[in-house]
Antibody, heavy 119, light 108 residues
């Protein structure tokens, strides 16, 4: 079955760049018309959609983060990535990657990875 | 930006039906998805496209959507249903995915 796994540093210093990767197994990120997505959840708070990358390579970002966030894909490794520069404590959160099933909801999620922004 | 509003909390006795609302402007024109999140776990899709259930989700979970309110209903509530629930839509005018603020379901 399709599985997603986040990876990246758990601790990032303020003003540095947060970089995360999601590895997809059981399916190709290049097929199926899916949107490969990043979502975060600050401690004790709700879910926040960060953005997604369509299998065509088109990206869509949350307007509140547009200008800061960049998503990309590495098809040869079946991975997609998130970069968030100039982080502050407000970027401390659990970051999830997920599959958006063609607009029919996020049907598959990674387990999430906690990223703390602290010096 | 499109806004979805959920009640912060809902309480229900075991065996009763819990109803969690999600209010948005003309939300009835959009497809609504619902997620269940238990502490320390990733969310799980429990209802998609207003009222469809993914495989493996009990029929006790159902959804409806009309005009300005979507509703997730959980019948014959069990202790294991205690969790946070989130609604979500795709705002096609801006291509944003939007979540509601979440509702904590407490089973008394």
């Amino acid at each position: 079955q399709v599985q997603l796994q986040e990876s990246g540093p758990g601790l990032v210093k303020p003003s540095q760049t947060l970089s995360l990767t999601c590895t997809v197994s059981g399916d190709s990120i290049s097929s199926g018309g899916y949107y490969w997505t990043w979502i975060r959840q600050r401690p004790g708070k709700g879910l926040e959609w960060i953005g997604n990358i369509h299998y065509s390579g088109t990206t869509y970002y949350n307007p509140s983060l547009r200008g800061r966030v960049t998503m990309s894909e590495e098809r040869s490794k079946n991975q997609f990535s998130l970069k968030l520069p100039s982080v502050t404590a407000a970027d401390t959160a659990v970051y999830y990657c997920a599959r958006d099933n063609r607009g029919n909801g996020f049907d598959i999620w990674g387990q999430g990875t906690m990223v703390t922004v602290s010096s | 930006s499109y806004v979805l509003t959920q009640p912060p909390s809902v309480s229900v006795a075991p065996g009763e039906t819990a109803r969690i609302t999600c209010v948005g402007n003309n939300i009835g024109d959009k497809s609504v998805h619902w997620y269940q999140q238990k502490p320390g776990q990733a969310p799980v899709l429990v209802v998609y496209n207003d009222s469809d259930r993914p495989s493996g989700i009990p029929a006790r979970f159902s959804g409806s959507n009309s005009r300005n309110t979507a509703t997730l209903a959980i019948s014959r509530v069990e202790a294991g249903d205690e969790a946070d629930y989130y609604c979500q839509v795709w705002d096609t005018t801006s291509d944003e995915r939007v979540f509601g603020g979440g509702t904590k379901l407490t089973v008394l």
